[in-house]
């Protein structure tokens, strides 16, 4: 039990590193809480910072998930129940939103719980991926991709038949996301959600 706990915290610390943060104050001295949409991820790290930055923010944020995964493998011997790589892969998410580096302020946990269900749950992770990429396409707003991917997860979990501890974490990951992006869904459903390729605005613009 011991083992499982501390499992799970050193997951929950691993998925907490705010990446985003660190990249944009070494690379630009840039508090990425005050520009842009002010939130603590890869999407705003791309508007402020450059693609380049945010494309490595958004892969340091998946290695988080599949990361706190790996770990909880490792430690096998202190997994009885069999569901301690679930454990540990909610563990991560919840550090990555809810970030004690950052007075629990932190990201929206997409990239991440990409990284924890690309290992355990593969095929679903491609399904939601796919949901994505055309979403975000189409409307060019990567929040509406990022829901729709997110309500696809559990779905595609449950239609291909991985576990109930999978399909059931896929659920209340897709949960969490939706509500951490409750103001993009406020302002898509009053047409006014930014679209990808526009630039930065002023910060607090958007929340």
Known sequence: MIAAMGTLFLAFLIGAIPFSFLLARLLGGVDIRRVGSGNIGATNLARTMGPWAGGAGLLLDVIKGVAAVLLARVAKDADPGG?????????????????????????????TGAGV????????TLAALGVF?????????????????????????YLLGYSGAISGLAALVALLVVARHRSNLARILRGEERRWGATASRPGAER
Do not use: C, D, Q
């Open 133 to 157: 990429i055309v979403a975000t396409l189409l409307s060019r707003m990567v929040s509406l991709g990022s829901m729709l991917a997110a309500a696809a997860l559990p779905i595609a979990a």
């Open 117 to 124: 269900f690309g290992l355990l749950a593969p095929w679903a």
């Open 83 to 111: 569901n301690l790589e679930v454990l540990a892969g909610g563990a991560a998410i919840v550090g990555h939103i809810y970030s004690p580096f950052l007075a629990f302020r932190g990201g929206k946990g997409v990239a």
